[in-house]
């Protein structure tokens, strides 16, 4: 079968080469490699196929490692958060407007949940 288009493996891979030397400093500026994974939420596995700049990580996956470092995910790949701010803002864009959207949406949503928690409880079908 012919791959899909867009998904072959010879794509410039700048961003993952990017991602696995910043993994790799991370790690080593934080002495002790299981606490590091742990700290980042990702397995050993992960860890080497991800420094091998062989990992295709999803957006959720750097930006769980990125929180679970205590970084953001522009510092996870390398980059200052005031010139990542200062780019965005020549293009019209307020990341800090994007992060209170999200974290509303999130709150809506943990909200929704919560509900269909209770609507599905035994105590609330009962007469």
């Not at 791959?3 to 010879?10: A, E």
């Not at 769980?64 to 522009?74: N, P, Q, R, T």
């Not at 864009?93 to 409880?121: F, H, P, T, W, Y």
């Amino acid at each position: 079968m012919a791959p899909k288009p867009g998904r072959t493996r010879t794509v410039d891979k700048t961003l993952a080469a990017l991602l696995a030397i910043r993994i790799e400093q991370l790690a080593q500026e934080h002495g002790d490699l299981a606490s590091f994974l742990k700290k980042a939420g990702i397995a050993a596995g992960t860890y080497y196929i991800l420094i091998r700049g062989d990992g295709n990580p999803t957006l959720d996956t750097i930006e769980m490692i990125a929180k679970g470092l205590g970084i953001s995910v522009w510092e996870l790949i390398g980059l200052d958060d005031t010139l990542v701010k200062y780019a965005l803002a020549t293009k019209s864009i307020d990341l800090e407007a994007i992060k209170a959207s999200n974290k509303a949406r999130a709150e809506a949503m943990g909200q929704i949940d919560a509900q269909r928690v209770v609507s599905k409880s035994p105590e609330a079908t009962e007469p």
